[in-house]
Every structure is written in C-alpha cells, then in structure tokens.
C-alpha cells in the first residue's frame, strides 16, 4: 500500500518502519522536509521518502494522523482530498481536546465527509508498535470505526506491523471507549509507574 504518515514523531516513526520493513510504501507528510527524524527514517528503508503533507496524502491510499490532535484536524480541513481515503487515526484526546470536537476522528470526519476513518494504533506505547513481542506473546491491537473497510485495512495494517490480531472494537461510537482505552495503559505504564514496557493482550480458554 501506499501509506501517508502525517506526523513523523514517535508513533510515526514506529509505524513507518515496520510498514516498509513490511513492503508498504511510506511518504512522510511533512512541515519541516529538513527534519532530523525524517532523514534517519530515509536512511533506515528506501520504501520511505519525505514530502509536504498535501503532496503525501494526495499520492497515498492510506493516510496515518499520529500528530497532535487538533493539528490532525487542522490538517483535514486543509486536504479535502482526504475524502476519498482510508485515514486512520492514531491520535489520542484525552489531555486535550480539539475544540469544538470531542476527539480528532469526529473533527477529521466532519471536515473531510471521509466515511473511511478509523481509530487505531491509539491504545499501546509507541515502543509496542515498534516490537509488539513479549518472548513467545505477541500482543493486539484494538480498531474502532463503522466503516468495515477501514477496519479491515487498519487489520490488515496490524499484522504488518507485527501485531497478533486487531480486534474489531466497534463503530464510531466506540471511538472514545477506544481513547479511554488508550489511558488506561498511560494510567498502568506512567501514571501508577509500571512502566512503558507493557501491553494489553486478550487471552481465551
Ligand atoms: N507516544 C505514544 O506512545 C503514543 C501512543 C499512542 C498514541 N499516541 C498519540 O499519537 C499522537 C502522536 O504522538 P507522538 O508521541 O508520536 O508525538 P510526537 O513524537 O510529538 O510527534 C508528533 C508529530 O506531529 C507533528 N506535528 C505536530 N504538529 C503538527 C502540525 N500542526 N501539522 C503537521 N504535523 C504536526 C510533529 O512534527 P514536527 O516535527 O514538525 O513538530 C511530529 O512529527 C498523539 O496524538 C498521541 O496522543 C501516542
């Protein structure tokens, strides 16, 4: 696939590279092309090249917001291309909220009138995406949207990135259980000090 990365910062540049470890095409969607971050994420795979932000959406299948969310929503009023996407979301509003939405998949649907948007790679540290292994375990990954296209494509992205299973959450409304989700690891890693190396994994018997 070709994959835009709006957003080339920790989760960016985690996702970037097991994508293209993984054959996808990434193009890096940009505000400073001279970033320090961009140049070692080129150096690391010939599958991912730097372009303004405009240029890598418009030439990807796939756009990934892991920016701020409100710069998430800024950039989707400014690309109405992105209408015609599968966008995921990876961004998380729960310390702030880009006003006058709830969460930066609210504001890029209503901006864009994307109906291909899906909420993922929201609920792990960064440092998971990066390596989702733990010895023998692999973990998951969580994907929320009504959208099943989207939900597939984010599934199929999951796996690509190393992930076990992407476990389908549910529609859009459950977008913000999915956020809320997402600080319930930053509450166990950060905030109760267990640490950023740990996951979520869902086990049956
Ligand atoms: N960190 C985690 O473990 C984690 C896990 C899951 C989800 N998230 C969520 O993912 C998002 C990104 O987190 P992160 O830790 O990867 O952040 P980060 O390392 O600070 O990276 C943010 C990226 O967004 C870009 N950016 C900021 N404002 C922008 C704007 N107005 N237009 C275009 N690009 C802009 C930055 O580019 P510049 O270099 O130009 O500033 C940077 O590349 C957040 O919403 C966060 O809540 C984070």
Not at 153 to 173: H, M, N
Not at 188 to 199: E, P, S, T
Request: aromatic share 8%; glycine share 6%.
């Amino acid at each position: 696939m070709q994959i835009a990365i709006i957003g080339a910062g920790n989760v960016g540049s985690a996702l970037a590279k097991q994508w293209a470890k993984a054959g996808h095409t990434i193009l890096l969607g940009l505000r400073d092309l001279n970033s320090t971050d961009a140049k070692e994420l080129e150096k690391f795979s010939p599958n991912i090249s730097s372009h303004t932000i405009s240029e890598a959406i418009n030439n990807s299948e796939v756009v990934l917001f892991s920016t701020p969310p409100e710069a998430a929503v800024t950039v989707a009023k400014q690309n109405p291309s992105l209408k015609n996407k599968i966008v995921i979301d990876a961004t998380n509003s729960i310390f702030k909220k880009p006003e006058p939405y709830k969460t930066a998949f609210e504001g890029i649907k209503k901006e864009t009138g994307c109906q291909e948007v899906v909420k993922c790679f929201n609920s792990t540290g960064f440092e998971n995406m990066e390596n989702p292994k733990y010895g023998n375990l692999v973990i998951d990954m969580f994907a929320a949207s009504s959208s099943k296209k989207a939900k597939e494509v984010a599934r199929t992205l999951s796996i690509d990135a190393g992930f076990a299973e992407c476990y389908d959450f549910g529609g859009d409304d459950k977008v913000e259980l999915l956020e809320q989700f997402a600080l319930s690891w930053i509450n166990l890693a950060i905030l109760q000090k267990q640490g950023r190396n740990i996951a979520f994994k869902v086990l049956r018997k």
